[in-house]
């Protein structure tokens, strides 16, 4: 089983539409968590962290449940500019050095 | 200015030569990474270097070396090219201290192998 795994779609939505991704890992030592997006070519950038309690920004929303070992990547009234690759990254305890998944494609049309 | 830069944007090479990919970074982070990204299987990270004088192979080392000359460069070397070295190649920073925190990637380098 991948350290981290992702649903690598594509996810293919309405402008509008709210749209969630999963992201599953093995670890249960894992201690930090993360989603970036990537644009077709260009660099990961960082999204979000997520957090225990779960966490929002605008239209973002991501959220850990530790019990089932995932996290997840909510967005509400998509846009087109939301289309892109999702990465889900996730750090183990005793390691400094992140794991990133394959990431999940969306595509977000009119 | 770009935080993280990368040289050469583009590169096509042919098999056996020597390339060298250099990343430069003016966030005064000490932490580095070089990775490659192939399509459909995510990043991969080929080494680390958490300061100056630290170098550590990450999980697809071979074929690959680096060096770090300062805080502020990291480069990534093929000693010989070949073909499935083909790939999109970031670097990467981080701040250092204990748990890892964002990281900034670098626009990225293309790399063709014939």
New interface residues.
């Given amino acids: 089983r991948k350290e981290v795994e992702q649903d690598?779609g594509p996810f293919n939505v309405p402008e509008g539409a709210t749209v969630a991704f999963n992201c599953t890992y093995s670890n249960s030592a894992s201690?930090?968590f993360?989603w970036y997006r990537q644009d077709c070519?260009?660099?990961?950038?960082?999204l979000m962290?997520v957090y225990s309690s779960g966490n929002e920004d605008g239209r973002f929303t991501a959220q850990l449940n530790r019990a089932s070992q995932y996290i997840s990547l909510l967005i509400r009234d998509s846009k087109l500019s939301d289309s892109a690759t999702y990465?889900c990254?996730v750090?183990s305890g005793g390691s400094?050095?992140?794991t990133?998944?394959?990431?999940t494609s969306l595509i977000v049309h009119p | 200015d770009a935080d993280v830069t990368q040289t050469p944007r583009n590169r096509i090479t042919k098999t056996g030569k020597r390339i060298m990919l250099e990343c430069s970074q003016t966030k005064g982070h000490d932490?580095m990474y070089w990775y490659r990204q192939d399509p459909?299987?995510?990043?991969q990270?080929i080494y680390?270097s958490?300061d100056v004088k630290d170098i550590n192979k990450?999980e697809i080392s071979d074929g690959y070396s680096v060096s770090r000359q300062a805080q502020a460069k990291f480069s990534l070397s093929l000693e010989s090219a070949i073909p499935n070295q083909t790939a999109?190649y970031?670097c990467a920073t981080s701040e250092g201290g204990g748990?890892?925190g964002?990281?900034y990637?670098?626009?990225?380098t293309?790399l063709l192998v014939l």
């Avoid at chain 1, 990133?100 to 990431?103: D, E, I, L, Y």
């Fill in positions: 690598p201690q930090s993360f070519r260009k660099e990961p950038k960082l962290s990465l990254v750090k400094y050095i992140p990133f998944g394959r990431g | 932490r459909g299987l995510g990043l990270l680390y958490f990450g999109l970031f748990a890892i964002t990281q990637f670098g626009p990225g293309r």
